[in-house]
C-alpha cells in the first residue's frame, strides 16, 4: 500500500471515529456537566502563544509533516518573549552538554547529555521529548532537560527516537526502550549512578518513559527508581472531557492529534495497543513512584489524570498535579510562565528526594 493510500484511509478514519473508546463500545457518553468551556490561559501563557502566532507558526493539523517540522516551535516564542521582556537566560544555561549517538533499536540514535555542577557520580534521567511521535526533536526540548540536570542535581540523557511517518510505531518505544539499556549500561562513563536511574518526559515522550519503566520490570533489569510524566499520551480515546473542552486548544488541539495518529501509526487499530491505551491496563504493579503533571487547557489533560488514578489504584505512590491556566507545552516554560517554574520545582523536589538528593 503507498503512502498516499494509507494516508487517505487514516484521514478517512480519524474523521469518521477519531480514536477508538477506551470502553470499546461504539460510542463514549459524557454527562454534560463534566465538560466545561476551554479556560482562558493566564497573561503570560498567552504572550507564549501570541508570540507562538507571530513567528508565524499555523495550526499543525493544516500542514504537511515537512512544514510542521520547519515551522517555529512554542520553545522558539519563549526565546522571543525573552527577548522582548529583556529576561537573561538562568543558570540552566550554563549547564555541560556533550552531544553524542547511542544505540537504538535499529541503529544509532542522536542523545544529548547534560551534567551538573559537582564531583558525582551523580544520578541519572533517562529523559524523551515529546512531539506525538511525529516532529520535534532534543533541540526543541532543551529548556526542560536542563532545568531537570540542575534542579534535580542529576546527569541527563535526552535522548531521540525514530520517528513517523518514516518510522511509524512501535519504533519509538523501542528506541528508548534501547535508549534506557544504554544509559544503564554507560553510567559509569557519564560520572552517573545506576542505581539511580529515573525515566522522564513530556507527551508523546511521557508516554515512551511509562512504556520504558513498564519494560524494565517485566524484562527484570535494572528498575528506575523514579518516573516523571509530563502530560503523557495515556489513552486512545479522542472524546474524553479534556478533549471536547479543548478542541480548540493552541498549541495542541484534537485535530492536531488525529493528526499526530495519522503519520505515527500503520493504522488505526494500533493506537488501541497497550503501550499507547496506558489507561486500560491491569498490569501497573510494582512500578517506580510517579510525579504526574498535567496542564488546564490541554486536551491530553484527561486521560493523564486516569492514568494517575490507575496507578494509584494500583499501589503505585503518585504525586498528581494539574496547573491552570496553562497549556500543553508549558512544562519547559520556566524563565517565562511561573506555573511552568511551579512545576519544574515540584517534579526536582520529588526527583531529589528519589535520589536521596
Do not use: C
Amino acid at each position: 500500500m503507498t503512502n498516499t493510500v494509507r494516508n487517505t484511509i487514516l484521514s478517512v478514519a480519524i474523521a469518521t471515529t477519531a480514536l477508538l473508546p477506551l470502553t470499546g463500545s461504539a460510542e463514549t457518553t459524557i454527562p454534560t456537566a463534566d465538560i466545561g468551556q476551554m479556560a482562558k490561559p493566564t497573561a503570560e501563557m498567552q504572550a507564549v502563544l501570541d508570540a507562538l502566532k507571530s513567528l508565524g507558526a499555523k495550526p499543525i493539523h493544516s500542514q504537511t509533516v515537512e512544514q510542521v517540522r520547519a515551522q517555529p516551535t512554542p520553545a522558539d516564542a519563549v526565546a522571543a518573549v525573552m527577548k522582548d521582556k529583556g529576561i537573561k537566560p538562568g543558570p540552566e544555561a550554563d549547564i555541560a552538554t556533550s552531544d553524542m549517538m547511542i544505540k537504538g533499536a535499529a541503529g544509532d540514535i542522536p542523545a544529548r547529555v547534560y551534567t551538573p555542577p559537582g564531583e558525582g557520580p551523580f544520578p541519572v534521567i533517562v529523559y524523551f521529548h515529546g512531539g506525538g511521535w511525529v516532529i520535534a526533536n532534543i533541540d526543541t526540548y532543551d529548556a526542560s532537560a536542563r532545568s531537570l540536570s540542575l534542579g534535580a542535581k542529576a546527569v541527563v540523557v535526552s535522548s531521540h527516537y525514530r520517528q513517523g511517518p518514516e518510522d511509524v510505531f512501535p519504533a519509538a518505544h523501542d528506541d528508548a526502550y534501547a535508549a534506557y539499556v544504554w544509559a544503564v549500561e554507560n553510567s559509569g562513563k557519564l560520572n552517573g549512578d545506576a542505581a539511580r536511574m529515573a525515566v522522564a518526559g513530556e507527551s508523546a515522550g511521557a508516554n515512551l518513559a511509562a512504556n520504558v519503566a513498564i519494560m524494565a520490570r517485566d524484562n527484570k533489569i535494572t528498575m528506575p527508581v523514579y518516573q516523571l510524566l509530563v502530560y503523557p499520551i495515556a489513552g486512545n480515546d479522542m472524546n474524553t472531557p479534556s478533549y471536547i473542552e479543548n478542541a480548540d486548544a493552541a498549541p495542541l488541539g484534537k485535530a492536531d492529534m488525529a493528526w499526530f495518529v495519522k503519520y505515527a501509526f500503520a493504522k488505526m487499530e494500533d493506537a488501541a495497543d497497550p503501550r499507547v491505551n496506558l489507561v486500560a491496563r491491569t498490569d501497573l504493579q510494582g512500578l517506580p513512584p510517579v510525579t504526574l503533571i498535567t496542564a488546564q487547557i490541554d486536551p491530553l489533560r484527561s486521560e493523564g489524570q486516569a492514568y494517575g488514578e490507575a496507578l494509584t489504584a494500583a499501589g503505585v505512590d503518585v504525586d498528581m498535579k494539574n496547573y491552570d491556566g496553562v497549556t500543553h507545552e508549558f512544562f519547559g516554560m520556566g524563565a517565562v510562565v511561573p506555573e511552568a517554574k511551579q512545576a519544574m520545582d515540584l517534579a526536582t523536589k520529588d526527583l531529589r528526594a528519589a535520589f536521596g538528593n
